[in-house]
């Protein structure tokens, strides 16, 4: 997601939360994280952002910076500890693939899924739209 660009991604999850929870929500925005636990320095974590995980005519993105702004609440959605992470897996493939080694088999990525939401909300209807459209308890 770009700032000032629409996020189609957002919209999807907005009209399924008003189709399938009856919960109008203004504005939904959907970030995407990889939380790389790696021995990367600065020079290659850009290079990796760069090449890797950003688009730079549609998409925005930060090195250990918050994309997110501007909401009321925002609801982070990511696989438990022991559950597959194939999205995860791909990036690091991916991070390997652009640096030129493997990581190791203690360095890992995780991917999860920022939704940042603006409008008439609480955390009970959050906690409503966490457990009952953006993730699976088990």
Request: one cysteine or more; aromatic letters at 6%; proline letters at 4%.
């Amino acid at each position: 997601m770009q700032a000032g660009r629409p996020d189609a991604a957002g919209e999807r999850v907005r009209a399924r939360l008003a189709t399938d929870l009856g919960l109008t929500v203004d504005r939904v925005r959907v970030i995407d994280v990889y939380t790389i636990h790696a021995q990367l320095g600065p020079n290659d974590l850009t290079r990796v952002r760069d090449e890797l995980f950003t688009d730079p005519i549609i998409q925005e993105s930060r090195l250990d910076g918050a994309l997110a702004r501007d909401f009321d609440y925002l609801i982070e959605v990511g696989y438990l500890p022991g559950v597959t992470d194939n999205a995860g897996k791909s990036a690091a493939e991916g991070i390997g693939d652009v640096l030129g080694r493997t990581l190791t088999r203690h360095e890992a990525v995780y991917k999860s899924t920022q939704y940042v939401l603006n409008g008439a909300l609480d955390p009970a209807k959050c906690d409503r739209i966490a457990r009952g459209a953006l993730a699976n308890p088990l």
